[in-house]
């Protein structure tokens, strides 16, 4: 029998990883969970809402869904339905504003050539730096497309962004970014890419609308675990955190988001430009390109790289690694508590692969093999 006021679970974060983890143990395996967040609202980053002007925005920055996984796209699906959109993005290069990722237009327009996809492979030969190894965001791009592509597109956006050096971060971070010899201009390639219809927020209180949940804003867990009873906790806020620091800060880097509304329709001629030379900011989007919503005014978000702040980037390099590590044997050490999602793991993670750690980790925890529970074709 179940002890009255029992929790199963007191889940920390109403983000994906918190979200994904109650709605299925809640809806599939029928468990009692207690999901809190220390903000005034769920959806973790991924919050959108209505500004003072009526304009739908993202309070965190821009958020663009996209996923090879059949199976997490079919799973957020049933709480959502989507509004097909594919992400570009222009950079702000010598005056010019230039396809990113950089394709075969960036190339000829950069250059002032015309060259075809099959020319562009040998230009690109000529001018590559090549590297034995390929460990750093460094070497990703200058073994690709040479020093002076790397040094106006990557080189100061990546010390913008990051406060660090490209040769200092993984291979990963630039590689996010793919160097194309075509003319396809779409940020991202996946399979699938689209936008919540009615924004993500709406999406989460779907995921979340169900007897077994309550939700607790406004509250850190340290505040209730104590008087609240509960079996298990799910965790997905900074791993170093619920180990008070005990090996030492992880850093995590931070954004200041500038949010500003003009009375115009359209303010610039992409979703997102970056701005890798010029400006403090990293890049302006433009949110109504993103949610096809129509306004006569728009919304904007500037993003402001910063070293304190609110966590919102795990670092990317070998010493970061190390010291994670440390931290991940803490974690697998502590019974009753799972670690999930892109803060507790420290993994530079996009919602669709939290979406999937949670659903593993709902499988691991549960042993149920049908964890996303949607219908196979
Ligand atoms: P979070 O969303 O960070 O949720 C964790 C929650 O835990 C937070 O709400 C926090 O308040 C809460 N919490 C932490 N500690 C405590 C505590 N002690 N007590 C109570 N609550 C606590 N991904 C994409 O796929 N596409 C994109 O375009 C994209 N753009 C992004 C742009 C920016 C600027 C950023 C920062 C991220 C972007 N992402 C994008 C990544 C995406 O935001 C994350 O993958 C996803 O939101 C992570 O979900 P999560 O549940 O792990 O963490
Ligand atoms: N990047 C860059 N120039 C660009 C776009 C990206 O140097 O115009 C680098 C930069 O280091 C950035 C990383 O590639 O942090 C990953 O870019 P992405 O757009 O995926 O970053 P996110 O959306 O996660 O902030």
């Not at 209505?50 to 996209?66: C, E, Q, T």
């Not at 796209?73 to 993005?89: A, D, K, N």
């Not at 989460?204 to 008087?227: G, S, V």
């Not at 670690?339 to 499988?363: E, H, I, P, W």
Request: with cysteine; hydrophobic share 30%; aromatic share 14%.
């Amino acid at each position: 029998m179940r002890e009255a006021g029992m929790f199963d679970y007191l889940i920390v974060g109403a983000g994906y990883a918190g979200s994904v983890l109650a709605e299925r143990l809640a809806r599939v395996s029928g468990k009692r969970v207690l999901v809190c967040d220390r903000r005034s609202h769920i959806a973790g980053n991924a919050y959108d809402h209505y500004n003072d002007a009526g304009v739908l925005v993202h309070k965190y920055g821009p958020h663009i869904f996209h996923t090879n996984s059949r199976e997490v796209f079919e799973y957020l699906s049933q709480f959502t339905e989507w509004r097909q959109y594919e992400h570009r993005v222009l950079g702000s290069v010598d005056g010019q504003l230039l396809p990113i990722p950089i394709n075969l237009d960036t190339i000829n327009r950069y250059y002032g050539l015309n060259l075809t996809s099959f020319q562009v492979e040998e230009f690109l030969n000529s001018i590559a730096e090549k590297r034995e190894q390929i460990r750093t965001s460094e070497d990703v791009v200058v073994n690709r497309v040479g020093r002076e592509l790397y040094e106006k597109f990557f080189r100061n956006y990546t010390r913008k962004q990051w406060g660090l050096d490209p040769s200092e971060l993984d291979a990963s971070v630039t590689a996010r970014v793919p160097i194309r010899t075509n003319r396809d201009d779409r940020y991202f390639a996946d399979s699938y890419q689209a936008m919540p219809l009615h924004g993500y927020t709406r999406m989460f209180e779907k995921m979340l609308d169900h007897p077994n949940i309550k939700i607790m804003l406004n509250t850190d867990y340290r505040d209730i675990e104590r008087i609240i009873p509960y079996k298990e906790m799910i965790y997905t806020g900074p791993v170093d955190e619920f180990f008070d620091f005990r090996h030492g800060k992880l850093p995590y880097r931070s954004l200041e988001f500038k949010h500003e509304t003009k009375d115009t329709e359209v303010y610039q001629s992409a979703p997102v430009v970056n701005y890798p030379n010029d400006n403090l900011y990293t890049r302006i989007t433009e949110f109504k390109y993103l949610t096809g919503q129509e306004h006569r005014k728009t919304s904007l978000v500037y993003e402001y790289p910063r070293a304190e702040g609110d966590p919102y980037y795990p670092v990317p390099r070998p010493e970061n690694a190390e010291l994670y590590a440390k931290y991940k044997t803490l974690a697998d050490e502590t019974q009753g508590v799972h670690f999930v999602g892109r803060l507790a793991t420290y993994k530079y993670y996009n919602m669709d692969q939290v979406v999937a750690q949670a659903l593993t980790t709902y499988k691991k925890i549960t042993g149920e093999r049908d964890a996303a529970n949607v219908p196979q074709s």
